[in-house]
């Protein structure tokens, strides 16, 4: 069964430090996400991506985040700068169609760990 | 006013009863409710989907969904040990706006 994979499992960085979390969405999807959940919180949206660009994103994804589809398979999310308050499980999700990110799909998640 | 709500629990039964877990939201543009499942440190894994109000079933799931009270529901029906998970709703307005929006999630546990 097709599923989206997220590479590391686990990153420690130490504050101030660039990460890039990767992740294989499914192949024939069109759609793409990055969520993050903070212990003990909701899943929050970071930002949606099709055709090549980024169609929403929220508060949260100020001028530190960027994502970046380099290739036809993988895509990524880079924080520049990282912060203590950047720990935190990042899923990438991707769906076969827009319109509501419905049937959205997740993969197992990048544990950041911001020290 | 939170957007979603959803009783963190958690929520322990003995194996193969029925289960419900539900979630409330303030914002009626929502259309599309969804539910999904996580384990302990790992991704959410879709189970129902369902568009605007009404029933839903696949297999021992049914998602229900009344739009006019914001009230949506997932039972389970005879429950088992593996079912035991955080089960969290989440809900999207649809059209240009994609992003979902995600109850906190209830634990459930489901006792041999």
């Known amino acids: 069964e097709p599923e989206v994979t997220q590479t590391p499992s686990h990153q420690v960085t130490q504050m101030g430090q660039e990460v890039i979390l990767r992740c294989v969405p499914i192949?024939?999807?069109?759609?793409f996400y990055w969520y993050r959940q903070i212990l003990g919180q909701k899943v929050e949206f970071l930002v949606s991506f099709y055709n090549n660009e980024i169609s929403e994103k929220s508060e949260i994804f100020d001028d530190q985040f960027s994502v970046e589809r380099p290739d036809g398979s993988n895509f990524t999310l880079k924080i520049r700068s990282t912060k203590l308050e950047d720990s935190a499980m990042y899923f990438c999700?991707?769906?076969?169609?827009?319109?509501?990110?419905?049937?959205?799909?997740f993969g197992q998640g990048t544990r950041l760990t911001v020290v | 006013q939170k957007e979603v709500e959803q009783d963190p629990g958690p929520l322990s039964v003995p194996e193969g009863a029925i289960v419900s877990l539900n979630c409330t939201y303030s914002n009626s543009a929502f259309q599309y409710f969804m539910w999904y499942r996580q384990y302990s440190r790992k991704g959410p894994e879709l189970l129902m989907y369902?568009?605007s109000s009404g029933n839903k079933e696949d297999g021992r799931f049914t998602a229900q969904v009344d739009k006019s009270s914001k009230y949506i529901s997932l039972f389970i029906r005879d429950s088992q040990p593996s079912d035991s998970a955080t089960y969290l709703c989440?809900?999207?307005?649809?059209?240009?706006?994609?992003?979902?929006?995600w109850g906190l999630g209830t634990s459930l546990a489901v006792n041999p």
């Open positions: 999700a991707s769906s076969e169609r827009g319109g509501s990110s419905t049937e959205a799909f």
């Open positions: 989440a809900m999207s307005a649809g059209g240009n706006n994609r992003k979902l929006i």
């Open positions: 369902t568009y």
């Open positions: 192949s024939n999807h069109l759609y």
